[in-house]
């Protein structure tokens, strides 16, 4: 379970490097209204045990980008808004990020920033000089090169989140988006990511893109 104290101190560790100065009220307030979003009942998978990992991914990968905190603004809003039956969340997510961030005392470059980076992960193909979208976006995809009990888990909730698509229809929807990241010449863009997560994320979505290549056995 996520911790919800400690996610807030990061939302203000990350706020307070992107202002420009100006004065505003309840620093929490954002804090908490994305947590509250975060913690929607459709979410199975982007939930805040995702943000919080997302966050630790970016503590990860940090020397690779330009503007850390501003990436960590990022990943607070890359779902923010998330219904699984809608497929402009990144979008409104952005959108979001642009309404909001200003009224915390953001500067409107670094808001732009923050909502560009939003935008991204749409694709999370990052152009080769985009460092802050290179970071947000392999945290973000880190969790293909999880474990096998955790890759499981991942796929699992993600299912859950679609549990409104029939079967034969998730399976096909599930294994083009694993053919589109698998055609990509590289997942990760950071150094640390190709070295540490391409082998096995790859590993786990050809595994993954055989179980749904596979036949579903009748029922009995």
Not at 51 to 60: E, F, K, M, P
Not at 157 to 168: C, G, L, S, T, W
């Given at each position: 379970m996520a911790d919800t104290d400690a996610l807030r101190d990061r939302w203000l560790r990350a706020l307070l490097p992107a202002r420009d100065g100006a004065c505003f009220p309840e620093p929490y307030r954002y804090a908490d209204a994305l947590l509250r979003r975060w913690s929607e009942p459709q979410r199975h998978y982007h939930t805040l045990t995702h943000?919080?990992?997302?966050?630790?991914?970016?503590?990860?990968?940090?020397?690779?980008?330009d503007n850390p905190d501003v990436v960590r603004l990022a990943a607070w809003f890359h779902d923010a808004v998330y219904l699984p039956d809608r497929s402009t969340n990144e979008e409104r997510s952005a959108r979001l990020a642009e309404r909001a961030l200003p009224e915390a005392g953001v500067s409107a470059e670094k808001t732009a920033e923050v909502a560009r980076l939003v935008r991204l992960t749409v694709t999370h193909d990052p152009a080769d000089d985009d460092r802050d979208g290179q970071v947000l976006c392999d945290a973000d995809l880190a969790i293909l090169a999880a474990s096998p009990s955790s890759y499981a888990?991942?796929?699992?909730?993600?299912?859950?989140?679609?549990?409104?698509?029939?079967?034969?229809?998730f399976r096909a929807g599930r294994a083009d988006v694993l053919r589109q990241l698998l055609a990509l010449p590289r997942l990760f863009r950071t150094p640390y990511g190709r070295e540490h997560w391409e082998a096995t994320a790859r590993y786990n979505m050809r595994g993954e893109l055989e179980m749904l290549s596979t036949p579903a056995a009748p029922p009995a």
């Open positions: 943000l919080t990992a997302v966050l630790d991914h970016i503590d990860v990968l940090e020397e690779y980008a888990a991942y796929t699992a909730a993600v299912r859950e989140e679609y549990h409104f698509v029939p079967n034969d229809a």
